[in-house]
């Protein structure tokens, strides 16, 4: 028996262990007891970081869908896969039985292939959290085409670019989006992203809003009356272990967004196996993890890996504080929610608001409480302890990156003894290491470093769609035969691990992960900018918000400076989206230089931080006069 749900320490030091001594035979008995193959795997792993190639259950056969809808039917057919609650809280919320999924998802594809979509195919997933986003996921696994889920909070030229990026035949859309009191013209952004996508043929639009939209004729189509004529059974595409399932973008320090590619068996092996345990899933738990499906976190802990263990997976349409900032407590008392899954800058907004709002609600039934996308503080640590978890619900700090495709790092419930701010411990088959600005690895605990794999995880990124350069560039080339991931760490003096945030250009602002270089080019593209620089600072709800030096061409001097910021703002959310939007805007004379002309953003950072009694090694630094400016002038 391999050990598929780990109960208590000393067991999961012992699973460590084998994973680690026998990392083949180990990940072989999972998938051997957990999983429905067509055909099982001829070789467990091969792996070479250099080239970076990494392949797992090579041979083997199966479809994902199988797994995570099909297998259960016979023992789970009435019970609740997907629970949707709606934006508005007097609306009723769905509750989407497995063989009530099994059937939309086979109507959706039949659909798809129908409009002409075949197996490796890239469909463009442009939809809010309502139910068709996740069938509209499964859809596209169920005949083989490679889904590439686009946040629905993108602006129309990212997701232009994400679209020509994987070349979309088809983007699958909604006329419209809630958000709290808004609402949004979804359809409209889509339709002018299009005008730039000259390889998409097919648009098909599913109905939320009832809102006035164009249609295209010839290209668009209601989704609705293509289902409701579609059969409930199609076949299954039989999938090699290795072909990809999606791509997934994440931003880079430079340049366009990465398109990560994951592939099918090694990515549902471990995301399945992860949630199990992570979450420790029981059968008639309700788990609910509030991210957007149109990031990872969605991906792997609201779709896949949930349903890959027959569970049932809540998926909330809306926000935090609508109507109201108990809305969460609502929610979980609704549906007697077990495991509660959230964000430290969700964390921090309601922790803001008093305990009022979470003491009004019964929150009896949680039993873990899981924290994702950025360090935790201290401070809200401590409030989702005691208040949200009164004490008893163990918190699981997880870390783990669109690349990593599943948690890495992470304590396991009832298991592992937790530590504020710490991710505690490895998972199952990770093996981290920490290295030094000289390439050499950090032995022993009480260290801090860089963070680095040494080993490959069935669920590791196989490479950036269309550019393996620079999949291997970004992740295999700082250290020699090691991933890197972008992240500072330490280890404690029991081993337990703390993230401390990343090292590279990246900088994460309410949880989600934004490259300097894309908003500094959207910036640039204003006629009165000469230059710009993004960095970080503290905030205490957002974690990190973006501070901005910009300089003026000559032209732009005399301008007003606050209708500029404004201007500076609106050209990021057209580009980008709101979500990457400057908190602050301070408008220099220069911006600090090395020789070789590269903008000191050490220096940046630690003046937006107001950090400035000790700027370290200025000597480099081609023109040290903009410094003082700046100083003076700092927001
Ligand atoms: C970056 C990855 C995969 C989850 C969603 C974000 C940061 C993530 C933690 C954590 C400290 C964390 C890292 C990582 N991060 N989880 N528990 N503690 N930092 O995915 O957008 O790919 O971002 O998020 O800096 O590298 P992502």
């Known amino acids: 028996m391999s050990n598929y749900h780990i109960k208590h320490l000393e067991e999961y030091y012992q699973v460590y262990r084998k994973s680690i001594r026998e990392p083949e035979n180990f990940w072989e008995e999972v998938a051997e007891e957990h999983f429905v193959w067509r055909k099982k795997w001829d070789h467990v792993l091969s792996w070479d970081f250099t080239k970076p190639e990494v392949k797992w259950f090579e041979g083997a056969k199966l479809n994902i869908t199988e797994n995570c809808i099909d297998r259960h039917l016979a023992t789970r057919g009435d019970k609740t896969a997907i629970l949707f609650e709606p934006n508005n809280p007097d609306e009723p919320s769905e509750h989407i039985t497995y063989s009530e999924l099994y059937k939309r998802v086979n109507q959706f ?63 699958i859309t909604a006329d419209g989006s809630y958000r709290g009191a808004k609402s949004i013209d979804l359809k409209g952004i889509v339709d002018e992203a299009l005008d730039q996508c000259p390889g998409v043929k097919r648009v098909l639009v599913t109905k939320r809003t009832n809102s006035e939209v164009t249609m295209k004729e010839g290209r668009d189509l209601w989704l609705q009356p293509l289902l409701d004529a579609a059969s409930t059974d199609c076949k299954a595409e039989i999938m090699d272990a290795e072909d990809p399932l999606f791509i997934l973008y994440t931003s880079g320090s430079t340049g366009l967004p990465k398109g990560m590619v994951h592939t099918t068996a090694g990515y549902m092996v471990y995301t399945a196996y992860t949630f199990k345990n992570v979450f420790q899933y029981r059968e008639n738990d309700v788990y609910w993890c509030t991210a957007d499906i149109g990031w990872i976190t969605g991906h792997s802990y609201i779709v896949y890996g949930p349903l890959a263990n027959g569970a049932t997976t809540v998926m909330f349409e809306g926000v935090p504080s609508y109507p109201d900032f108990g809305r969460f407590w609502e929610i979980v008392e609704k549906h007697k929610v077990t495991q509660f899954y959230t964000a430290p800058t969700a964390i921090r907004a309601l922790a803001k608001q008093g305990v009022e709002l979470v003491e009004k609600y019964n929150l009896s039934s949680l039993k873990v409480l899981g924290s994702v996308g950025e360090p935790i503080n201290e401070e809200a640590w401590h409030w989702y302890n005691d208040v949200v978890g009164k004490n008893k619900s163990p918190i699981v700090d997880s870390w783990w990156q669109t690349e990593t495709g599943g ?55 196989r490479t ?77 709800i957002k974690g990190s918000a973006l501070y901005g030096y910009v300089t003026l061409k000559d032209t732009g001097e005399s301008r007003d400076q606050n209708n500029l910021r404004k201007e500076i703002n609106q050209l990021i959310s057209d580009k980008i989206g709101p979500i990457a939007k400057l908190d602050k805007i301070q408008f220099t004379q220069g911006l600090p230089k090395t020789r070789s002309g590269k903008i000191m953003r050490r220096i940046l950072r630690k003046i937006a931080s107001k950090d400035t009694s000790n700027l370290g090694d200025t000597s480099t630094l081609l023109n040290p006069e903009v410094v003082q400016d700046i100083m003076d002038n700092a927001l």
Request: aromatic share 10%.
């Open 109 to 171: 594809a039949n659909v798809l292939k129908a409009q002409g979509i075949q197996k490796g195919d890239r469909v463009c997933i442009y939809v809010p959290m309502i139910p068709e986003l996740a069938i509209s996921l499964l859809a596209c696994a169920r005949i083989g085409a490679i889904h590439s889920v686009v946040f629905a909070g993108f602006s129309s030229t990212a997701l232009a670019t994400r679209i020509n990026d994987s070349d979309c035949k088809m983007v």
């Open 407 to 461: 948690i890495m790092i992470t304590p396991i419930p009832y298991v592992t003894p937790t530590k504020p701010t710490y991710a505690t411990l490895p998972f199952i088959g990770i093996q981290p290491v920490l290295m030094d600005e000289h390439g050499s690895e950090l032995k022993g605990n009480q260290v801090e470093g860089r963070l680095c794999i040494k080993f490959p995880w069935p669920s590791i990124a």
């Open 464 to 540: 950036i769609w269309g550019n393996h350069e620079r999949y291997r560039e970004t992740y295999f080339s700082a250290y020699e035969n090691k991933y890197f991931t972008g992240d500072g760490a330490l280890r404690d003096e029991v081993g337990y691990y703390r993230i401390t945030g990343r090292v590279d250009d990246v900088i994460i602002v309410s949880g989600h992960n934004l490259g300097t270089a894309p908003i500094e080019d959207a910036i640039n593209e204003h006629p009165a900018v000469a230059e710009s620089a993004i960095v970080g600072f503290p905030h205490d």
